[in-house]
Structure formats: structure tokens, C-alpha cells
């Protein structure tokens, strides 16, 4: 299995990054997690739509969908960019905010697949299932394992959580959300990890190799890589755009 980094800013662009976009390929399956905005041109440069299985959104904010509008626009106008509609992945709170803010006609291209909690997703040689995290309303963090074993988990956004620590036990990688280096005053109870929570969430899930995104510019990715390292043992990368990990 391959993870290819096409977009890791967090919450709004950052320079020479895009918005969150992910893309995990193995060898029957090419699955796209969130589609942030600026993602989808750094993803025409590693891959083709018309390779795609399926889109994974994890939640409803602009930062993880606003790409899905040029992935759309592309899908439908470009000839043999796409052989059938698409699976789209997400919860019916996130299907719903999807429709209402981009205000396009979502079943012309998708083919929109309801997920919760529960879901077990077979896709090719890929399977999927989730947690919910401590984000806002229908927000999932997602766990694929190939056929051979191993396996990505993507923390979406979140706080710390159990549900994480619970999904992440033993991946290979965990794909975790820093957004600070250190949570802000104004936040008490989270909604995103700082460092030394993503340091912690490693740790405590006992995962083989930590990756570093979703970093808030103007905070350092190299400084939110250092605290972690106080917390979590193992190697520690952090996610740049077009960086690609072999699993
Ligand atoms: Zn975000
Ligand atoms: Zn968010």
C-alpha cells in the first residue's frame, strides 16, 4: 500500500500546501480521503480520476470538501475522466452539508454510499472502518486495511479520544491532525489535537509509524514533530504535499 500526501494544511491553505487530501493506493484500489481546497490540482499531478474507486469525505468542513467541486466539474465535462459514478463515502450529516454548500446535483457524478460508525467497507482489496471523533456532528476518522494485513489510519479531525486510541491500535500508520503545537487558550476540550496529544495518541495506540498533518500555518510542522517525540517513541514524519509513504 502506497499513501500519497496531496494536500496537508490545516484549516485554511498554507504555503506550498494544500488543504487536506490524501490518497491511498494499493493494488487493486485507489481510495481518495477528503478533497481540501487546493488538493484536487496536486492530485491531477499523481493520478487520474478515471483510476479512482472511491472518496472518502470524513467531515463537513471546507477544508477536508471544497476540492470535491473541481473533482465534480472535472468528472462531468472531461471525456473518459470517469468509467461510472464514483462512490462517495460520508455520513448522511456530511452528504447533506455537502449538497447545501456546493449546490450542485452531487448523483450526476457519485454514487453517494451512507456511512456511520458501524460501516464495513469492501473496496477492491481495501477495507474500511470507522470511529467517530471528537469533532463536529458526523465527523469519522477511518481505518483501511489491505488484504495482506496492514494498515493506514486517518484521524480526520479531532480532539484526543478513546475511539482513536481504539481504531489506531497497531496500524502501521497513523495519518493523525496536529493543528497546534500547543492548544490555544480559547479552546478548552480540544476539537483538534496539539502535539503532544497526537505524541500521546501514537503512543497509547502502540502504532509502528506516526505522520505529522493538518499542521495550522503559521505553526511549525518540524516543532509540532519535536513535542510529539516527548510523548511517542517510534519515527515520526510529517505529511508534505506530494510526499509519498510505502506501507
Ligand atoms: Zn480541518
Ligand atoms: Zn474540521
Given at each position: 500500500m502506497k499513501l500519497t500526501i496531496c494536500g496537508s494544511a490545516g484549516s485554511y491553505g498554507a504555503p506550498l500546501r494544500a488543504c487536506s487530501s490524501y490518497l491511498v493506493t494499493s493494488e487493486r484500489s485507489n481510495l481518495l480521503m477528503d478533497l481540501g481546497n487546493g488538493s484536487f490540482s496536486n492530485f491531477l499531478a499523481v493520478s487520474e480520476t478515471s483510476l479512482l474507486s472511491g472518496v472518502f469525505i470524513s467531515h463537513r468542513h471546507h477544508d477536508h470538501l471544497a476540492d470535491l467541486v473541481s473533482l465534480f466539474h472535472f468528472m462531468k465535462f472531461v471525456?473518459?475522466?470517469?468509467?461510472?459514478?464514483l462512490p462517495l463515502l460520508?455520513?448522511?450529516?456530511?452528504?447533506?452539508?455537502?449538497?447545501?454548500?456546493?449546490?450542485?446535483?452531487?448523483?450526476?457524478?457519485?454514487?453517494?454510499?451512507?456511512?456511520?460508525?458501524?460501516?464495513?467497507?469492501?473496496?477492491?482489496?481495501?477495507?474500511?472502518?470507522?470511529?467517530?471523533?471528537?469533532?463536529?456532528?458526523?465527523?469519522?476518522?477511518?481505518?483501511?486495511?489491505?488484504?495482506?494485513?496492514?494498515?493506514?489510519?486517518?484521524?480526520?479531525?479531532?480532539?484526543?479520544?478513546?475511539?482513536?486510541?481504539?481504531?489506531?491500535?497497531?496500524?502501521?500508520?497513523?495519518?493523525?491532525e496536529s493543528t497546534w503545537?500547543?492548544?490555544?487558550?480559547?479552546?478548552?476540550?480540544?476539537?483538534?489535537?496539539?502535539?503532544?496529544?497526537v505524541g500521546e495518541l501514537g503512543e497509547a495506540a502502540g502504532v509502528a509509524r506516526l505522520v505529522i498533518t493538518h499542521v495550522a500555518y503559521p505553526n511549525d510542522?518540524?516543532?509540532?514533530?519535536?513535542?510529539?517525540?516527548?510523548?511517542?517513541?517510534?519515527?515520526?514524519?510529517?505529511?508534505?504535499?506530494?510526499?509519498?509513504?510505502?506501507?
Open positions: 471525456p473518459g475522466a470517469k468509467v461510472d459514478k460520508a455520513t448522511a450529516v456530511t452528504y447533506e452539508a455537502l449538497c447545501n454548500l456546493t449546490g450542485l446535483a452531487l448523483a450526476e457524478v457519485f454514487d453517494f454510499r451512507k456511512i456511520d460508525v458501524n460501516s464495513k467497507i469492501l473496496l477492491g482489496d481495501l477495507e474500511l472502518t470507522f470511529c467517530e471523533t471528537d469533532h463536529v456532528d458526523g465527523t469519522l476518522g477511518i481505518k483501511i486495511t489491505e488484504s495482506d494485513g496492514r494498515t493506514i489510519v486517518y484521524s480526520a479531525d479531532s480532539a484526543y479520544c478513546d475511539s482513536l486510541v481504539a481504531l489506531a491500535q497497531n496500524a502501521d500508520i497513523l495519518l493523525a503545537i500547543e492548544r490555544p487558550r480559547w479552546s478548552s476540550r480540544g476539537i483538534h489535537m496539539d502535539a503532544l496529544e510542522p518540524n516543532q509540532a514533530r519535536q513535542v510529539a517525540s516527548t510523548k511517542y517513541s517510534g519515527e515520526i514524519l510529517i505529511a508534505n504535499d506530494f510526499d509519498v509513504i510505502e506501507v
